[in-house]
Nanobody, 119 residues
Framework: QVQLVESGGDLVQPGGSLRLSCTAS????????MAWYRQAPGKQRERVAL???????GYSDSVKGRFTISRDNAKNTVYLQMNSLKPEDTAVYTC?????????????WGQGTQVTVSS
């Protein structure tokens, strides 16, 4: 079992920056692919960034060049550095952990942290 706890959400002005953190409890953190999702009111959940167990990162087109995902396996933590924030980045951001062992998928979600971009 893995528990994920996000932090770092806040109210920020357009053009500002935030860093989200997601800390995992449990074992084998380094074996998990980690991702950040977001969901704005009335919109579908969107995966914005993914980092694999070996450190390969990918981004949605909507955040590419502005957001950076990273992980610190020694701290069981994944980060999302968000720069040049826009009002359309306003959403609940949720951390996701996923790994496959043999043919069984293990997947866990955090509770989410609110990011609001507004002047």
């Amino acid at each position: 079992q893995v528990q994920l706890v996000e932090s770092g959400g806040d109210l920020v002005q357009p053009g500002g920056s935030l860093r989200l953190s997601c800390t995992a409890s449990g074992r084998f953190f380094s074996d998990y692919n980690m991702a950040w999702y977001r969901q704005a009111p009335g919109k579908q959940r969107e995966r914005v960034a993914l980092i694999s167990s070996v450190g390969s990162a990918g981004y949605s087109d909507s955040v590419k060049g502005r957001f950076t995902i990273s992980r610190d396996n020694a701290k069981n933590t994944v980060y999302l550095q968000m720069n040049s924030l826009k009002p359309e980045d306003t959403a609940v951001y949720t951390c996701n952990a996923r790994r496959v062992v043999v043919s069984t998928q293990y997947e866990y979600w955090g509770q989410g942290t609110q990011v609001t971009v507004s002047s």
